[in-house]
T-cell receptor, first 112, second 114 residues
Framework: GESVGLHLPTLSVQEGDNSIINCAYSNSASDYFIWYKQESGKGPQFIIDIRSNMDKRQGQRVTVLLNKTVKHLSLQIAATQPGDSAVYFCAENGEYGNKLVFGAGTILRVKS | GAGVSQSPSNKVTEKGKDVELRCDPISGHTALYWYRQSLGQGLEFLIYFQGNSAPDKSGLPSDRFSAERTGGSVSTLTIQRTQQEDSAVYLC????????????FGNGTRLTVT
């Protein structure tokens, strides 16, 4: 969901469990989507991307799912580790395709 | 290889002063972006440069904000007569400029206006 001020959605998971972070994107014209991870004091780091002609793409320990019908994107992290703790942002390329529009972000906290 | 480099990493300035923030993109990247991130918020698009084309300035919040990109490489974001609401982290990113090219971000400049 959307964040309000400092109150970003937070997902707390136990180390070793799988994490699922969800994102509702806004523009039906978007055809490219990216997930970024942002640790404190750093810029967003690219995790994985997907084009609209796909509904699933896998990377190392991460999977992105795209449901264009309901404009929903999710990031699955397998065997979550303490180093995965960060803020995760989804981004879409929007109507003109040349710049990314970012979601509000989700905080992932991994408990050891 | 080297990533996107931004300087300074932190900047504290008094209200009303001008500031310049610098970005060195990844070599070979033709597109360069500036975003702003307020505390606990998402990223707000400011401006986009692609090659020799006119920049997309649609995200600049006021005419106090401007940016240049010299020689198709280094970019400078200038904020004139800074206000307290300008306090944020200013992030620069670059990409190959092709459709579906991911943006690669620097670590940002944290601007505090007192």
């Amino acid at each position: 969901g959307e964040s309000v001020g400092l109150h970003l959605p937070t997902l707390s998971v136990q180390e070793g469990d799988n994490s699922i972070i969800n994102c509702a994107y806004s523009n039906s014209a978007s055809d490219y989507f990216i997930w970024y991870k942002q640790e404190s004091g750093k810029g967003p780091q690219f995790i994985i991307d997907i084009r609209s002609n796909m509904d699933k793409r896998q990377g190392q320990r991460v999977t992105v799912l795209l449901n264009k019908t309901v404009k929903h994107l999710s990031l699955q992290i397998a065997a979550t580790q303490p180093g995965d703790s960060a803020v995760y942002f989804c981004a879409e390329n929007g109507e003109y395709g040349n710049k990314l529009v970012f979601g509000a972000g989700t905080i992932l906290r991994v408990k050891s | 290889g080297a990533g996107v480099s931004q300087s300074p990493s932190n900047k504290v300035t008094e209200k009303g002063k001008d500031v310049e923030l610098r970005c060195d993109p990844i070599s070979g990247h033709t597109a360069l972006y500036w975003y702003r991130q307020s505390l606990g918020q998402g990223l707000e698009f400011l401006i986009y440069f692609q090659g020799n084309s006119a920049p997309d300035k649609s995200g600049l919040p006021s005419d106090r904000f401007s940016a240049e990109r010299t020689g198709g490489s280094v970019s400078t974001l200038t904020i004139q007569r800074t206000q307290q609401e300008d306090s944020a982290v200013y992030l620069c990113a670059s990409s190959y400029g092709r459709a579906n090219s991911p943006l690669h971000f620097g670590n940002g400049t944290r601007l505090t206006v007192t």
